[in-house]
């Protein structure tokens, strides 16, 4: 990163490119509740690092959220209302902070661990979230839609999260289009909002 900055900045572009990299949910080793947020043992050097260089040099941190992943690797633990935004979710309350989804709960644990690494100015930008519509009993269009749309609500809304309340998110969908090819488990094919065809898998706002 350092390397590419300096060639950015050579090439006077520094002030309106900002570097970064993405990092996944893994590189923490405890979130829950979110105020305990923080990194691993196995990422804490290098994260640190990270950090510190996206501190000093005014850039986000990309981060993939995926609400998914969680619900399905914690059986019995999360129910799914919590994970697709609904509003008659219970709750889960962090001292003061009431979280109403699981998207919010994992934000603010990757701001705890930022804070926790002297990054407390540094914004996360969520690079990834979505929700596959095929490949597992909980990959079905009856789900995959509500949470997009739902996440495109919540991050639209300027409603921040419970530990960065009013703070807008910039935030991208994961993905535009299914794919069938792609190797491996069959819902990492199914994350598209469109199929290879170009057909809809699912309307978006409707």
Do not use: C
Not at 37 to 46: I, Q
């Amino acid at each position: 990163m350092q390397n590419l900055l300096n060639s950015l900045t050579a090439a006077g572009l520094s002030s309106s490119i900002r570097m970064s990299t993405v990092v996944a949910m893994n590189v923490l080793g405890s979130f829950y509740p979110p105020s305990q947020g923080a990194y691993s043992d196995e990422t804490a050097t290098v994260m640190s690092s990270i950090v510190s260089f996206l501190s000093s040099n005014g850039s986000p941190f990309l981060a993939n959220v995926y609400p998914y992943f969680s619900y399905t690797g914690s059986p019995g633990q999360i129910v799914l209302p919590y994970a697709l935004f609904f509003g008659n979710a219970p709750s889960v309350q962090d001292g003061t902070l009431s979280y109403h989804n699981l998207f919010d709960a994992m934000v603010d644990a990757l701001y705890s661990a930022l804070e926790k690494a002297g990054g407390a100015s540094v914004q996360i930008v969520i690079s990834e979230s979505g929700w596959p519509s095929a490949g597992s009993d909980a990959a079905t269009v009856a789900n995959t839609q509500p949470y997009v749309n739902n996440f495109i609500s919540q991050v639209t809304s300027s409603d921040g999260t419970p530990k960065r309340p009013g703070q807008p998110i910039e935030a991208y969908v994961f993905a535009m289009f299914n794919k069938d090819q792609k190797p491996g488990d069959a819902v990492e094919q199914n994350f598209g909002i469109f199929y290879p065809s170009m057909q809809p898998v699912y309307p978006v706002f409707n």
